[in-house]
Each structure stands twice: as C-alpha cells, then as structure tokens.
C-alpha cells in the first residue's frame, strides 16, 4: 500500500480495505501475474479492471461510512465490489453484461461477501427499489450525470463518476445539500470504458 500513500491516499480504512482484497482473483488466469501493477487489465468482454490507483481514489472520495448504503454502477469482475463491501453496511451494484455479474457474484462468494447484492441490467436508470443511497460510484463515463442518480441520492449523498466534457474525461463528486441543490467537485483527467445505456451512450 506504499505506492498507494505515495499517490495521496489519505484514508486509512480504504487502504486497509485495498490491502485484505486479493486482485488476482478477480482477474483470467493470464492476467494474474500482473495483478499488482498499477494498471487497468482485461477482465473479458470489452470491459478492463481499473488500476489499484483509480480505485482507491474513487473509493476514498466517496467517503464511506459503515452504516452506508452504496449503490455501485458497473460492477466488472466486482473488485470495486468488494473493496465497498469492506467499508460499508451494504453494496448495490449493477453490471450491465450478465457473464460478468456471474464472475462477481462468485469472486465474491469465494471471498465470504454477503453485505452485497448484484443485479444485471440498466444501470443508468439506478436502483429505485433501494433509493436513497448515501453513495453512489460510476466506473463507467457518461455524456452526463444520469438524472435518476441525483434524484435517488439521500441528503449529503455523494456520486463520484467520471464524465465526458469537451472531448476530455473528468472525474467529479456531486454531493446533495442537505439545504437543496448540487455541489459539484472536479478530480482531474482519467481514462474509463463508456457508460452504456439510456442515460448513456447507446
């Protein structure tokens, strides 16, 4: 976790959460010898597992709390997945290629995670059934911030997801205030696959 704190990851309990998870498992048996390179790597269909970096980042701008309710958008091999169920009270996560919410289901299984519950279809709609979430993350970028995430958003909620803006992709944190409105925060360039769907690119 040392390259981790040298890149700015301040918070401790998602770097403790980023050390208990093992990457390998999450990756196809060619790929694990670069499981612990600072990098994206294949996971099968289109889709990559995004650099230990990114994902501690993410993570820590979300500010988890124990008692959190996170909804996750893009789910993959479910890595993400885990490191949020470490964190918080229970993870939402939708992944739009059913092949892979079967791969992260069992990650996760084999794992011993249950605070979880996996879905595959739209994730650009959200998860109405189980709104307001006090977190949701995006690994996916979209032309803009899907409506029903902000709408489906608890008070002081954070939505952390990277975005198209003129040709470039940034990585923001929306927060709900608690008084109304939308505080929106900028992270700097990263490099995502597209968010698929109705709120997304088709």
Same mark, same amino acid.
């Given at each position: 976790? /040392?390259? @981790?704190?040298?890149?700015?990851? %301040?918070?401790?309990?998602?770097?403790?959460?980023?050390?208990?998870?093992?990457?390998?498992?999450?990756?196809?048996?060619? &790929?694990?010898?670069?499981?612990?390179?600072? #990098?994206?790597?294949?996971?099968?269909?289109?889709?990559?597992?995004?650099?230990?970096?990114?994902?501690?980042?993410?993570?820590?701008?979300l500010e988890p709390?124990?008692?959190?309710?996170?909804?996750?958008?893009?789910?993959?091999?479910?890595?993400?997945?885990?490191? @949020?169920?470490?964190?918080?009270?229970? *993870?939402?996560?939708?992944? %739009?290629?059913?092949?892979?919410a079967r791969?992260?289901? %069992?990650?996760?299984?084999?794992?011993?995670? &249950?605070? *979880?519950?996996?879905? &595959?279809?739209?994730?650009?709609? #959200?998860?109405?059934?189980?709104?307001?979430?006090?977190?949701?993350?995006?690994?996916?970028?979209?032309?803009?911030?899907?409506?029903?995430? @902000?709408?489906?958003? /608890?008070?002081?909620?954070?939505? *952390? @997801?990277?975005?198209?803006?003129?040709?470039?992709?940034?990585?923001?944190?929306?927060?709900?205030?608690?008084?109304?409105?939308?505080?929106?925060?900028?992270?700097?360039?990263?490099?995502?696959?597209?968010?698929?769907?109705?709120? #997304?690119? &088709?």
């Amino acid at each position: 976790m /040392s390259t @981790l704190r040298g890149k700015g990851i %301040r918070d401790e309990r998602v770097l403790r959460a980023m050390e208990a998870i093992p990457r390998d498992i999450f990756l196809p048996p060619e &790929s694990r010898a670069e499981a612990y390179r600072d #990098g994206p790597l294949p996971i099968g269909e289109g889709q990559t597992i995004s650099q230990p970096y990114i994902v501690a980042r993410m993570t820590e701008l979300l500010e988890p709390v124990a008692t959190d309710r996170v909804l996750e958008i893009g789910a993959g091999c479910g890595y993400q997945t885990a490191i @949020l169920c470490k964190l918080v009270a229970h *993870v939402y996560a939708v992944e %739009r290629i059913p092949a892979l919410a079967r791969q992260a289901r %069992r990650h996760l299984r084999e794992l011993g995670i &249950s605070n *979880v519950t996996i879905r &595959s279809f739209d994730g650009t709609y #959200g998860w109405l059934r189980h709104a307001p979430f006090a977190g949701i993350l995006a690994a996916a970028v979209g032309p803009e911030i899907p409506g029903p995430w @902000l709408e489906q958003l /608890s008070p002081n909620g954070r939505l *952390v @997801l990277p975005v198209e803006i003129e040709d470039d992709q940034r990585l923001l944190r929306i927060r709900r205030a608690r008084e109304g409105g939308f505080v929106r925060e900028d992270f700097g360039a990263v490099r995502f696959v597209p968010l698929i769907g109705w709120h #997304g690119f &088709s």
